[in-house]
């Protein structure tokens, strides 16, 4: 039973009612993956390598205007758009961690699985942007993650390394990983905890009953993709 | 691959916890290092502030600590506002303050910033010891949120001159008059963690909590409001009136007595029609407050920055006396520490005394008042007279490139220290910073370099620390200092469990009278200019800062001027436009972005950008609005940053954003 318990499906659910939109996300999210910043002409041009982004949606009219957040990275599909139209397989679904990983070292760089993402949640290296970290800054960079080059796609993985070490660490101590131990870099900063993850195979874990509130939904649900990402509506504009 | 490298580092990271001073609110870290580096900044799960949470700045820290154009050893300046420089040793730095501490004691000032106690409180003995004037202490954010208007609204109405807690997350009702507490409003972080309390449904029958937000901009704040309201800006406290008269009407007025002759003489519906909001919709949050339990009211800093400030401070404190929330679950806390911040007037007063002629030697340390200062202030010119100015900054910004010496402090994740935490909870709690890398550079803690100089009784900069801790140290359980500390240091701070709720309140001082701002001449806008992420904007030399898009506009790296589209239309400006902006005090020029949740009379600029000097990441990037704002003030001192208006002027140039809703295309215009 141990055995299986470690080989967990990982899932997020992101309650939008708490979600203030504050992007604190991103910025968490940039600093544990070694994502570049690309400057401002080449964000301007949508080179922007973001994994995580706060969609912002204004609905109605002023003064009866409002806007929506909602932070969408890779939802880490069952059925992956992006993985049948790599011809290298560098982006492939891990059987263990049932997320989908991207392998940089094989990636030649065709962009054929962003332009088949629907929720445009990969980014492209451009121009080798992480060799233009001057020194000393290069000092913060997660030892953990591998620092990409120019050619390759790269995309949220879950903080697949905080998984490895939760388990490691699990392993080690001859235990089971425990509910919440293992949080990626995101949800362990956001304010308001809008974001929960954890082990969707465990139906008492925090995530899984959060997944059955009845305000989930999915992102593009008709597309059959299964994500592991389940989005909980704001109550004050969709109703309870 | 079946193991990816990167999932078999040799090695262990080493955990620190230190507080984030990047914003006065005084958040707990945990910093991850590994072999001797900073890697990441992560929340303290026991801080009573955040809870193990964070916000973006904290988050950068480490691009602060690791940025390459900080400063890297003592430093003369050749000439003032010119970038060539001189070495000097540690030795001759300290001679050089050592002589200025020993000339005549009322010529030689210090300004600090909001972020270091422990080095405000050593300057603050030094200048007692010494019979120095007492250091002005101010910042940015303090001017924005009009820090010392609440501390004195909050001694008149609940007998405490100190910063007041607002239960959030206890409460089922908030109002929100101009406060921004998702972003940066006295401690964002413990608001926000506040905030999804206060919206999630408890157990067993906790009702979701409902936040309705009064401000002419939709900040992000109002952007998770069940209900935003554009007012006139200034009409806040009228506002409130209103309320309280409506209330009083239905008798839904909790503690009537010492506000019910004030609210009797208020003319509603002439507030309704000068603050741009229907007497329907006044009436229907009358309603709202008299059906909730446990309503909030939160006196902003959209609301205190006016000529009518403290007034509104006031009237916005005293409907929280009238629904008797004080010292109630849900309602407002005096906090335990002191408040030690300085108003605008402080400040005004030194430059006085700089212009006359009368400071000899000016110490800057942890502010930028040549950003952060309207110009129309004249600090610059004051500078000019002053024969002797010594910065410790970290960092290169405007006011260091016109110091004759820089001393660099250590950056503030190198450095010993301790925040009193004034804002996030009502506990009392102190969080104890420490080194959490060995110093990169050849800087010196500041407190140090003052030991060394004046000669007071002190080893170092942590026998200070200790002993100015002995009064929290006795209030420990710790048998012994040296206890203490260690624990100190290894939680992160001091904090007790139980906070104060017994105070004296007394509305009947609260002068209750209605005070309308004049209205807008024909063709001039209010102007609201606000903080962002970069905070006082010492962010903007954080790349990643930058690149974080603005949550409402997503625009990155730049600054952006926010119209209304009804008024760009009449005034013939579109999306990316550079207009002009004229006030009495000067004039910038800035991108237009169009806003849809702004009020038509109304234009807003976000403030943190446009530096001179403070690196390759934030030179010469958009425009410091600064130079918009009038120097009037309010009757507790601050400035009345809200009372500015302006001309917007087409230029007929153009320049692109960089926007992240451009390239996911959610906007559906580009």
Known sequence: ????????????????????????????????????????????????????????????????????????????CGRAPCEPVCPVFATVHSEEQQINLQVYNRCIGTRYCANNCPYIARSFNWFDYSQQIPTPMNYYLNPNVTVRRRGVMEKCTFCVQRIYEGQERAKAEGRVVQDGEIVPACAQACPTDAIIFGDLSDPESRVSKAARNQRRYTLLEELGTEPKVTYLKGEGTYGG | YTDMPEYSQIGKSTYYATTCRECPAGCGIIMRTFEGRAIKAEGNPAHPVNRGKLCSRGLTAVQGLYNPDRYKAPLRRIKRGEAATEALSWDQAIEVVRSALNGNPQRVAFYLGLNHDHLFDFVTELAQTKGM???????????????????????????????????????????????????????????????????????????????VVLEPRLSLTAGSADEWYSIVPGTEGAVAMALGKLLLESGALRMPVAVEAGYRSVNVEAVAQAAGISLEKLQHLAQLIAQAER??????????????????????????????????????????????????????????????????????????????????????????????????????????????????????????????????????????????????????????????????????????????????????????LATFWARFLQQGGYWEETRQTSMAMDASTVPLKVL??????????????????????????????????????????????????????????????????????????????????????????????????????????????????????????????????????????????????SRSGVYGEH
């Open chain 1, 1 to 76: 039973m141990a055995e299986e318990k470690q080989t967990g499906r990982w899932g997020m659910v992101i309650d939008l009612d708490v979600c203030t939109g504050c992007n604190a996300c991103v910025t968490a999210c940039a600093m544990e993956n070694n994502i570049p910043w690309v400057g401002e002409e080449d964000a301007g041009y949508g080179r922007g390598m973001h994994w995580i982004r706060v969609q912002r949606y204004w609905e109605g009219e002023y003064p009866e205007v409002s806007p929506h957040y909602q932070p969408v990275m890779c939802q880490q």
């Open chain 2, 516 to 661: 309308l701002p004049e209205a807008v001449e024909e063709k001039t806008f209010h102007l609201m200019v606000y903080p962002t992420q970069m905070g006082d904007g010492s962010g903007a030399n954080r790349p990643w800062l930058q690149e974080t898009p603005d949550p409402m506009t997503t625009v990155m790296w730049n600054t952006w001027v926010e119209i209304n589209p009804k008024t760009a239309e009449e005034l013939g400006i579109h999306n990316d436009d550079i207009v002009r902006l004229v006030s009495s005090a000067g004039q910038i020029e800035a991108v237009a972005y169009l806003y849809p949740a702004i009020r038509p009379d109304t234009v807003a600029i976000p403030f943190g950008q446009g530096h001179t000097a403070l690196g390759r990441f934030a030179e010469g990037r958009g425009v410091n609005p600064v130079v918009l704002l009038q120097t009037q003030t309010n009757a507790a001192g601050d400035l009345a940053v809200g009372d500015t208006r302006v001309r917007i002027e087409p230029t007929g140039k153009r320049r692109p954003l960089a926007r992240l809703e």
């Open chain 2, 295 to 480: 309503p909030l009211f939160l006196p902003g800093g959209g609301a205190l920055g006016h000529t009518f400030g403290l007034e509104n401070a006031l009237q916005i404190l005293a409907l929280n006396v009238a629904m008797g929330r004080v010292g109630q679950p849900g309602g407002v806390f005096l906090i335990a520490g002191e408040e030690k911040a300085d108003s605008f007037a402080s400040v005004q007063s030194l430059i006085q005394r700089m212009q006359a002629g009368e400071v000899d030697t000016l110490f800057v340390h942890g502010a930028n008042p040549l950003f952060e200062l309207p110009q129309s202030l004249g600090f610059e010119q004051a500078l000019s007279k002053v024969k002797q100015v010594i910065s410790f900054a970290t960092f290169p910004d405007e006011t260091s490139l016109f110091a004759d010496y820089i001393f660099p402090d250590h950056s503030p994740l190198e450095g010993f220290g301790y925040t009193r935490i004034l804002t996030g909870t009502a506990q009392f709690a102190v969080s104890s910073a420490q080194p959490v890398v060995v110093p990169l550079y050849d800087t010196r803690a500041t407190v140090d370099v003052l030991i060394a100089a004046s000669g007071l009784p002190y080893t170092d900069e942590v026998d200070f620390i200790q002993r100015s801790l002995q009064p929290v140290f006795a209030r420990s359980d710790a048998p012994e």
């Open chain 2, 133 to 211: 004037p007492a250091p002005v202490r101010f910042g940015a954010l303090g001017m924005f949120e009009a820090r010392a208007t609440l501390v004195e609204a909050t001694r008149q109405v609940l007998g405490k001159a100190t910063f007041p807690f607002f239960d959030l997350a206890g409460a089922d009702l908030v109002l929100s008059f101009g406060a921004n507490f998702l972003e940066t409003w006295l401690s964002p972080v413990a608001y926000s963690r506040a905030f999804g309390d206060f919206r999630r449904r408890g157990q067993p029958l906790k009702k979701r909590g409902y936040l």
